[in-house]
């Protein structure tokens, strides 16, 4: 590549962005991020999927992380009144990792960033990105620091990491509603108090809420006897909390269901109940003129099956593939060699989201007799591999879940 201060920029350092960054340095092109925060930062999304594994070790990130000592997990639990289903990952159709962590997000993203930052790219923190031009040959992006003041940088290519900050789509007016409606989610961390003999913490459990299928709660394990626990609903389910403070709501929402109720009546928060809205998001485009967008900043479906940093991982990794391609003077197809493949995986966890809103899934899910093959191809889209197309639920996963629907009357 040419004669920019830095081969390629990429616009913040959480998942999407760190892993861009490592696959590009490991071939030679230099990189450049700016991060809007300070690390360790918090972020929402601490469940993760085996699929990532591969990603970090393709990556050479999976040491440190492995060192970092977080909570193993194995597996998922769902839960609707009296009836529970255990996915464990291992029992699954697609090769690879059946193990992943749950991690608390301030930690990992400090672990990948300092990691990448040793491998030779420069983070720079407090750098908030404002501004792009197009200029002969490259791109000016403009970003302010920590104090107000202004600077710039010029570079080949940008890949967009920003997550929910989502810079170019709303700089280059590319934004696109999501499919999926607007849900809100509140969440906090807790003291757990779960004795260890009533609970598998190497499993996530998503349980629904008792009153309103369309409502659920997660709880997520970590190593240090705390837990993540938060609740997913509509604007219209939060209506009858109307004024009752968000911890005061999160409890009721919790405490509904007796099983949850039960395992967290130890429970004490850690910090006051926090909230997000509108998450889901989309792009007209994931490409286009010396940029491509990764993770959150390109699409974000929605939290129950934990896909977020899976396909934030995955985006990097088909991104810089064909990054790389362009930078040797190799055929490169955004369209073909990142768009589409990407879209694949997205577009099966897509699948799995609206059969679970639709109450389709669950039955499925929950359904006792069915064929162990079959329960091992779910399990590996919930372990991540729903870019595995050799999986017949990879293939066409609407199409699948009918037919099993119909089964698993
Ligand atoms: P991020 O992790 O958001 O990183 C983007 C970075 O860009 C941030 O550090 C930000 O500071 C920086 N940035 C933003 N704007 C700018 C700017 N202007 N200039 C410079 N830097 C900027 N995913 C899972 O895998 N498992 C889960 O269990 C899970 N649970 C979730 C629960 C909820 C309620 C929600 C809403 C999401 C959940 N997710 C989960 C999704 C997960 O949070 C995201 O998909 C994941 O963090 C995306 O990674 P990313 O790298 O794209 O973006």
Redesign the pocket.
């Known amino acids: 590549p040419g004669k920019q201060s830095v081969d390629v920029l990429i616009?913040?350092?959480?998942?999407?962005?760190c892993v861009a960054a490592a696959y590009l340095l490991e071939q030679g092109i230099t990189v450049k991020i700016?991060?809007?925060?300070q690390f360790p930062?918090f972020?929402?999304?601490?469940?993760?999927?085996p699929q990532t594994m591969e990603i970090l070790q393709q990556t050479n990130l999976l040491q440190p992380v492995i060192e970092a000592g977080f909570q193993y997990k194995n597996g998922a639990i769902f839960r609707w009144q009296d009836e529970q289903v255990e996915f464990d990952f291992r029992e699954k159709f697609s090769p690879g990792w059946g193990i992943t962590y749950q991690v608390q997000?301030d930690k990992f993203?400090s672990i990948l960033a300092s990691q990448v930052e040793s491998k030779g790219a420069e983070v720079i923190y407090q750098?908030?990105?404002?501004h792009i031009d197009y200029i002969d040959g490259g791109v000016r992006v403009a970003?302010y620091d920590g104090d107000g003041n202004v600077h710039s940088e010029t570079t080949q290519f940008i890949l967009d990491?920003?997550?929910?900050?989502r810079?170019l789509p709303k700089l280059l007016k590319i934004e696109e509603p999501s499919s999926l409606p607007f849900r809100q989610?509140l969440?906090t961390h807790v003291i757990d108090q779960i004795p260890l003999t009533r609970f598998d913490r190497n499993k996530?459990i998503i349980t629904v809420h008792p009153l309103d299928t369309q409502t659920w709660m997660?709880l997520?394990p970590f190593a240090d006897g705390s837990s993540s626990l938060?609740a997913?609903a509509t604007p219209e389910f939060y209506q009858q909390f109307a004024g009752l403070s968000p911890d005061q709501m999160l409890e009721r929402i919790c405490h509904a269901d007796s099983y949850l109720s039960n395992l967290l009546k130890g429970a004490r928060n850690k910090y006051s109940v926090r909230q997000?809205g509108g998450?889901s998001s989309s792009v007209q485009s994931y490409y286009g003129d010396r940029y491509a967008l990764?993770?959150?900043?390109g699409e974000?479906l929605d939290?129950v099956f934990?896909?977020?940093?899976?396909?934030?991982f995955k985006s990097a990794q088909l991104a810089c593939d064909v990054l790389t391609r362009q930078f040797s003077g190799e055929p490169a197809c955004w369209q073909q060699q990142f768009v589409e493949p990407l879209l694949g995986g997205i577009d099966t966890f897509r699948a799995f989201v609206d059969a679970w809103y639709a109450g389709t899934l669950l039955p499925i899910l929950c359904y006792p007799n069915k064929d162990p093959d079959v329960t091992a191809m779910i399990s590996s889209v919930l372990a991540g591999y729903a870019w595995d197309t050799r999986n017949p639920v990879v293939q066409d996963a609407r199409k699948f879940l009918r037919l099993i629907s119909g089964l698993c009357q």
Request: no cysteine.
């Open positions: 616009i913040g350092a959480g998942p999407a962005g700016l991060e809007k925060s930062r972020s929402i999304g601490e469940s993760l999927l997000r993203d750098a908030t990105v404002k970003w990491a920003s997550g929910f900050g810079v989610s969440f996530i997660w997520i938060g997913v997000i998450y990764l993770g959150n900043a974000f939290p934990s896909s977020g940093v899976t396909i934030a």
